[in-house]
């Protein structure tokens, strides 16, 4: 709403929205802070909150003492695999729901949506057993696969709002020139969806790697993601806050920094194009 | 349009996906369904056959189950309450005009993206550790003697917890939805010398109607799942004091092996989430079409 405001009222509720936008966003800065402390520091009382000294030396300590690398491996992995996985199988779903829409369409997307609603409490023995039968405990491949089924509806619901926008004139004219399904995918879809393409790979990164129940619930160390790495850390053992927060500032900054460049398209996503 | 051929090629792309789902949704259901009648425990392993009804009664007549499922509805009423009723003022706040607008949103939204067991642990020793936290500084340094909250308070520090992780996520819908007000109406209405109030509440409360809706929908799915929080702050306790529904079932089952049992919660849990879904739908569904 653009509005017009006195210069004063501006910088008031400036003041208010800032100290407000601070207090919430304060602990992720006192994270990273504390992340660069040496422990002694690190809780010291008072509180120190710039004038430490300045050190690495926990994110070295977190490389080395506890294979940091290896889980931030596996978050990688388990986060590109099933957003890879589930693009494959949805942009065919959403392409033929979006384009050739049938008197079924709403209610199978209404479906897919309801297997979103099943708490995953509800099914943890099966899926464990049957992992455990099929010798997928603690494997990457596993991971992946649940995953990728629990998030293939979100991904296709976005897709799906993102291709309806898509004027299906191009489409009919790019048939009438003669261009097989393939290549009308290919060529004439894909490239005027990828901005849409692009913010449901991102919000599926980010859903992925902050997954804390399958990946916690389902691995032991092999397959282990950051989630379960940082769970390590809730039992105390003497000082090891600074390098609590070196190994959260890893986990955290890359997802972070995604988050910022789609939190516009997050809503639609998250709302399945209820708001927008 | 549609073509005798696009429609089969249409079928064919839309199966593997529609399959896959299916599978996904009927195979673990069934086996819960199948498990939650039967004596099944990994620790006595002679112990089998069917068991009737008699896992869901020692579920639910189990000393813990009426706790946690006390626990659970405090846990998403406690948060719901604050995200929203905080979620629409920071919104109504942020929609107004206000320098580096941008880097606020930024902020703000900031906390949604962070991994559950992260917050709960930033929040468990950094904030409200008794000895070291902040929390605890501060109360020293107003004079007060430190505050023990996941000991005295358990349920509430989850809830705070939550929320903080929560908070973002109702406010960028909320303003989302506002930021679609037309502006004209409301200066019509301050024109007819609506005040700030009237013009929030005949105004802006109803045109927030339908995300408000969305919000606490949404939320409840997820909130009603909450886990990874409960398991690094307080592992339910102490005693039972904030052990969930997921909490306990996940206890039976991957603690105390007793896989009928936990089979029987989670199809509990599976009709509890049911009856909130079904709004959800029914709220999503209507939007659809528009």
């Known amino acids: ?276 | 349009m549609a073509t005798q051929s696009s429609r089969k090629a249409a079928r064919a792309m839309l199966s593997p996906t529609v399959i896959l789902l299916l599978v996904w949704m009927i195979v673990p259901l069934a086996m819960t369904l199948w498990f939650s009648l039967q004596r099944y425990n990994l620790l006595y392993p002679d112990r089998t056959g069917f068991n009737d009804f008699g896992n869901y009664t020692r579920f639910v007549l189990s000393p813990a189950f009426g706790g946690a499922v006390v626990n659970t509805l405090v846990l998403v009423v406690g948060v719901l309450a604050i995200t929203v009723i905080l979620g629409i003022l920071i919104a109504l706040l942020i929609d107004q005009p206000i320098w580096g607008q941008g880097i606020v949103r930024i902020l703000v939204i900031s906390p949604f993206f962070i991994m559950p067991p992260v917050a709960a642990l930033i929040w468990k020793n950094m904030f409200m550790n008794p000895t070291n936290g902040l929390f605890a500084e501060a109360a020293k340094f107003i004079g007060l003697s430190p505050y023990d909250f996941l000991g005295n308070a358990p349920l509430a520090s989850i809830i705070l917890i939550v929320a903080w992780q929560w908070l973002p996520f109702a406010t960028l819908i909320l303003l989302t939805a506002l930021q679609s007000l037309s502006s004209e109406e409301l200066e019509a209405a301050e024109m007819d010398g609506a005040g700030p109030v009237s013009r929030f509440w005949y105004i802006m409360l109803p045109h927030l109607a339908r995300a408000i809706t969305v919000v606490v929908l949404i939320q409840t799915i997820f909130l009603l799942g909450i886990f990874g929080e409960i398991l690094v702050t307080t592992n339910g306790g102490p005693g039972t004091s904030s052990t969930t529904l997921p909490y306990l079932i996940y206890k039976e089952a991957l603690l105390d092996f007793d896989v009928g049992t936990a089979a029987a919660g989670g199809v509990v849990a599976v009709i509890l989430a049911n009856i909130v879904a079904f709004f959800l739908m029914r709220a999503i569904g209507k939007n659809l079409d528009a």
């Open chain 1, 1 to 276: 709403m653009a509005r017009h405001v006195t210069t004063q009222r501006r910088a008031i509720n400036s003041a208010a929205a800032w100290t407000v936008a601070l207090m919430l966003f304060f602990p992720i800065l006192w994270t990273v802070l504390t992340s660069f402390k040496p422990e002694a520091q690190a809780v010291a009382s008072p509180p120190i909150f710039l004038g430490f000294d300045w050190t690495l030396q926990n994110y070295v300590d977190v490389n080395e003492q506890r294979d940091y690398f290896r889980y931030f491996v596996n978050s990688v992995i388990i986060a590109l695999g099933s957003t890879a996985l589930g693009l494959v199988l949805a942009i065919p779903a959403a392409w033929s729901m979006a384009f050739v829409p049938g008197r079924k369409t709403k209610d199978l997307l209404m479906w897919m949506l309801s297997t979103k609603m099943m708490p995953a409490v509800g099914v943890l023995v099966p899926i464990y057993l049957l992992f455990k039968t099929l010798g997928l405990l603690d494997t990457r491949v596993g991971l992946v696969v649940v995953l990728t089924l629990m998030n293939l509806p979100i991904i296709v619901w976005m897709l799906y709002t993102y291709f309806k926008e898509i004027p299906g004139e191009i489409l009919e004219a790019a048939r009438m020139d003669g261009a097989t399904l393939k290549s009308e995918i290919l060529y004439v879809l894909t490239p005027m969806a990828v901005p849409g393409i692009a913010s449901t790979v991102l919000l599926n990164i980010i859903l992925a790697w902050n997954e804390a129940f399958w990946t916690i619930n389902l691995t032991v160390t092999d397959a282990a993601p950051l989630t379960k790495f940082i769970s390590g850390f809730s039992s105390p053992q003497g000082l090891f806050y600074a390098k609590l927060s070196a190994a959260s500032t890893m986990a955290i900054a890359p997802i972070l920094i995604m988050g910022w460049f789609s939190q516009k398209q997050l809503v639609r996503g998250l709302t399945f194009g209820a708001v927008k």
